[in-house]
């Protein structure tokens, strides 16, 4: 018979494990943050074939070290300033192994009540931290909010709503969806997902947010030749440079036209947690959903998005399949939320353990000084670049992204950041718009501090 | 400032939650298997607010047996038989553990190259040990394998792509997709949010399994009145029955008709490691995708599906879209696999690590037995139920699920059912088809053994 890992032993290497996650956590500021390992060389380090016999969880522990760390990117780096931030924390990361243990699937309510309405309650509190309208809540019973895996799949998911809801009006490659030219890959990859024939590049003004009138025009203009607009998504804080689009007058433009508007606060949203920076999502009365990553700057460990719509009904609509043996009293009588209907998937982890843990464990406020104290810090490297001859601000920065160009042109800018990453000391990430290659800096990784944005700056300082 | 959990105290709260995990996995078996709660009493233990100051980690714990606890269904009882089970072990919950503290984000390569690099090779394990075609292989470089957070996520990647493939030859909305009368629900729904006009239900034989006869007339019916057939779904191992389709003969009609052909074998994949089983897989040569859950039966925690295609190159088609943020040396060169082009989200999760990890603790061996345990037991069950007058079994039981009813009628069949579910001690789960219902008994739950299946068919016979 097949031995499994007895109680005594879980806890033995459970130990092991807990040491193993603290001391990478303790050392990760001194380690390189990128790697520097060529392609194949992990895949070449694992054996072609499984063992036929059990392993030591000792030989597990060990090729951590020896195959999984060359080829770790430190995203839990202090010294972490690319891309966005994907944050962890403590109590995320214990939660993490709670739900492990517990093993649940929160398809249905039945299949696991707890899952389903912790979600429902947490889900609830960001509504008021964040400030969100109050229709939102899961308690209203109108609108509501639900865990997705990334907010890929919560766009995606609601593009589908926005096609399945005007179905019988045009043929969906008809269809139209507007995003400003700003707007993250993933609404352009939902709309191809989703079949929908045309996703139109509203342009931008100045500081890249979109241009109302310019999607009015190409509104009027698609229903003039015939085609059908269904949605336009808005973004607070696009990726390139945190640009805010006007949240409020594309949700009147969308209310006059009778599309479905989406809001992306993928990485701004947990900033809303400050009151302070609600001055970018003034009126969220027009918006039909709204999307955030706990998982970026909210350090609670992806997989965590939020999706909250404020109509439960045509989300339902959309998704509801109930075959025979998923069928149960508590669906049947419409008390509960069967979150399987809130999303493509049909299983679900308990994902909402880590977002109580973490809001819990800093507390609302912990959590705000966490935001405030990054935006500080961005701002202060703002204005050492802006007062550098060498250095030129790219974009404005409403949050904890700072965006800059080397004066010497395209090159020197390529060179610089490339120059940050080959240090190993911190990342960066290039990007471009247009023409233009600009470096971004990030601020935003949980255990970021004053020390390490000086230390990035002297680093810009000596390698521009 | 905030104060994050120190190192030190990570490793104290770890470890209380290595024992709390531990001391469950060690007194599940003992509680009942499902809750016994109202909707809405788990909610009203959380507070409607979230709390402004920080919590003890202490706090989090109790709450763990005081709030979790009684809405807790528990799906990792050796009790359990219903559904199909959603399976952990020891090594998978630690590696989850290992995974969170580490917080990659696999998106691209260069991102994470272990997360990457470890999941191309334990895919391509996998691809020996269930005996599927060689082309599978990432290493092939042709076709290869992708880990998904479910079955229905890759269903519906795979049906989006069989549609983008065609769509050029028919408006979705004349699009047909063709899957067996018994058919997870989770097709019926990628059908639905892929936009494509027509689910075509197959009729089956008596033992449930797809009519071919049936499928080439309804494909011609379908041609004929000017629809676009695009895909057919087998199944090795249905959801209500376990059933398997002719997976070869359904493979020679989409083969002659143009159609992408997938294979879901969320269950009854992880027997395949078993050679005796891949009776039920004879001929996977004109297979476009296949998809298993490891988080079924092999022992790895949800989420953890992975997907296979023959050729990568649609999928990549399909999925890819590369603004400048997301571009770099490694992808560009295209030596690499960069996961993001391989579903709808673009954020990963380290999810290869459990599953290397269950392989390497257990050995190949040590899941064949564990299969092969649960197989004997499910023989056994229908043996003692075929013996027995009260009883008659509903459909053949290739794998580890049995299906029986009462021979007194529905009524009699629904209240055992139920009792079974109200004693605490076991959980099965009844289920329909046209107007008979019945009950299964899913065996398949990590722990399970001879003692369990005993004392379920004890509790069988007392109250029936």
Redesign the interface.
């Known amino acids: 018979?097949?031995s499994?890992?007895s109680?005594?032993?879980?806890?033995k290497?459970?130990?092991a494990?807990?040491?193993?996650?603290?001391?990478?956590?303790?050392t990760v500021e001194d380690l390189p943050v990128l790697?520097s390992?060529e392609?194949?060389?992990?895949?070449a380090m694992?054996p072609?074939?499984?063992?036929?016999?059990?392993?030591d969880?000792q030989?597990?522990l060990d090729d951590?070290d020896r195959?999984?760390?060359?080829?770790?990117?430190n995203?839990?780096s202090p010294n972490w300033f690319a891309?966005f931030p994907?944050?962890?924390?403590?109590?995320?990361?214990?939660a993490?192994?709670?739900?492990?243990?517990?093993?649940?699937?929160g398809m249905l309510?039945?299949?696991?009540?707890?899952?389903t309405?912790?979600e429902?309650?947490?889900l609830?509190?960001?509504v008021?931290?964040m400030g969100l309208p109050d229709g939102w809540r899961n308690a209203s019973g109108l609108g509501g909010g639900v865990i997705q895996?990334?907010?890929?799949?919560a766009t995606?998911a609601v593009l589908?709503v926005a096609?399945?809801r005007r179905?019988h009006e045009a043929?969906?490659?008809d269809m139209v969806v507007y995003v400003s030219d700003q707007a993250?890959?993933?609404i352009?990859?939902?709309v191809?997902?989703?079949?929908i024939g045309h996703c139109r590049k509203v342009p931008v003004d100045d500081a890249f947010a979109m241009d109302v009138d310019a999607l009015e025009s190409m509104i009027a203009a698609d229903e003039e030749r015939g085609l059908l607009p269904i949605a336009v998504v808005s973004a607070i804080g696009t990726?390139?440079t945190t640009a805010v689009d006007p949240v409020a007058a594309i949700g009147r433009v969308a209310h006059r036209w009778d599309l479905w508007h989406h809001v992306d606060a993928a990485y701004a949203g947990t900033a809303m947690i400050c009151e302070e920076f609600r001055i970018h999502q003034p009126d969220l009365s027009q918006a039909d959903s709204y999307t955030f990553n706990p998982?970026k700057w909210m350090m609670v460990?992806?997989?965590c998005n939020v999706l909250w719509v404020s109509d439960r009904q045509p989300l339902i609509d959309?998704?509801s399949?109930?075959?025979?043996?998923?069928r149960n009293d508590?669906s049947d009588t419409g008390?509960?939320i069967d979150y399987r209907d809130w999303h493509?998937?049909?299983?679900?982890?308990f994902r909402a353990?880590k977002l109580?843990?973490v809001?819990?464990?800093?507390?609302?406020?912990?959590?705000r000084?966490?935001v405030r104290?990054h935006v500080r810090l961005a701002a202060e490297m703002a204005d050492r670049l802006r007062a550098d001859d060498r250095f030129e601000l790219f974009a404005p920065h409403p949050f904890g992204l700072v965006c800059f160009t080397h004066r010497d042109g395209i090159e020197r800018t390529r060179e610089l950041a490339a120059a940050i990453n080959a240090s190993g000391k911190a990342a960066v990430?290039p990007?471009?718009?247009d023409d233009t290659w600009f470096i971004?800096v990030s601020i935003g990784q949980?255990?970021t501090?004053q020390r390490h944005v000086d230390a990035l700056w002297g680093l810009i300082d000596q390698l521009a």
């Open positions: 018979m097949t499994h890992m109680p005594e032993e879980f806890r290497h459970g130990y494990v807990v040491d193993w996650v603290a001391r990478y956590l303790e790697p390992v392609p194949g060389a992990i895949a694992v072609d074939h499984a063992p036929e016999q059990p392993e969880f030989a597990l951590l195959v999984v760390m060359p080829g770790v990117t995203w839990q891309y994907a944050n962890a924390s403590p109590p995320a990361i214990l993490e192994l709670a739900a492990a243990g517990l093993g649940q699937q309510w039945s299949t696991s009540p707890a899952t309405e912790i429902m309650q947490v609830d509190w960001l008021g931290l895996m990334s907010a890929s799949d995606h589908v096609r399945h179905r043929s969906v490659e993250h890959s993933s352009e990859k939902g191809t997902v989703a079949g990726t390139a998982h460990n992806f997989d959309t998704m399949i109930v075959p025979p043996y998923l508590a008390a509960v493509v998937p049909l299983g679900r982890r353990l109580w843990w809001l819990r464990s800093y507390g609302a406020e912990g959590i000084e966490v104290e990430t990007s471009q718009i971004r949980t255990t501090g």
